[in-house]
């Protein structure tokens, strides 16, 4: 079965620095997706960056990068130049490819992130 | 609609009541999951559509619950005889295809008292 581990419950870090979450799956299937979700406080849940497994290059989106180490099986996510608007829980999702026959995605248990002024 | 919507935003139940949750997703979305959120965890998976099939019912806790899409669209989620640990919020959640970006809903909050 598949799993998602993120091991960090809780980070904080100062407005305009650089922080890294962490996230390690664990799965024997090739072909897969990788997604980083936000969840601000109160508000809708919100798709930061999604990564395909058979892709080699990171993935990036503005400040957000991610560090894809497929023999690893690791998914951290990178925030540059954080803001405040960054706070709130991210969480690392999998989901096997759209021929596996299943459509579950395994979401983490999540990091919550705190932007310091 | 701009975003997917979900109702009621709370719930309250007495234990062994039968509720009943509304998704309208986006227009046009093939794609439709259902989660249960606990407080504090991530979402865990229930259920999953395509248009009107029900292709993945593999999270479902047990027989109380009932997820239908009838006309591949509005969806609703049904728990029967509800009890406490039946407590969180529910997210429903649409996109385009399986592994094509997923737009959350608000949740619904649901307490079973």
């Known amino acids: 079965a598949q799993t998602v581990t993120q091991s960090q419950p809780e980070m904080s870090v100062q407005e305009a620095e650089t922080v890294t979450l962490s996230c390690t799956y664990d799965t024997s299937e090739s072909n897969y997706y990788l997604f980083w979700y936000k969840q601000p406080p109160s508000r809708q849940m919100i798709l930061v960056i999604r990564?395909?497994?058979?892709?080699?290059q990171n993935a990036t989106e503005n400040r957000f990068s991610v560090n894809f180490q497929k023999a690893a099986k690791s998914f951290s996510l990178k925030i540059s130049d954080s803001q405040l608007g960054d706070t709130a829980m991210y969480f690392c999702a999998f989901m096997k490819g759209a021929t596996s026959g299943t459509y579950k995605y395994i979401f983490g248990t999540g990091t919550r992130l705190k932007v310091l002024a | 609609g701009a975003g997917v919507s979900q109702s009621p935003r709370y719930k309250v139940a007495k234990r062994g009541q039968d509720v009943a949750l509304r998704c309208d997703p986006i227009s046009g979305h093939v794609s439709l999951f259902w989660y249960q959120q606990a407080l504090g965890q991530g979402p865990e998976f229930l259920t999953y559509?395509?248009?009107?099939?029900?292709?993945?019912k593999s999270g479902l806790p047990s027989d109380r619950f009932f997820a239908e899409r009838p006309e591949g669209s509005v969806s609703t989620l049904k728990i029967q005889r509800t009890q406490q640990e039946d407590s969180a919020v529910y997210l429903c959640?649409?996109?385009?295809?399986?592994?094509?970006?997923?737009?959350f809903g608000p949740g619904t909050r649901l307490t079973v008292l």
């Open positions: 990564q395909e497994a058979y892709k080699q």
């Open positions: 959640a649409s996109s385009w295809g399986l592994t094509d970006t997923q737009y």
């Open positions: 559509f395509q248009n009107e099939a029900q292709l993945d």
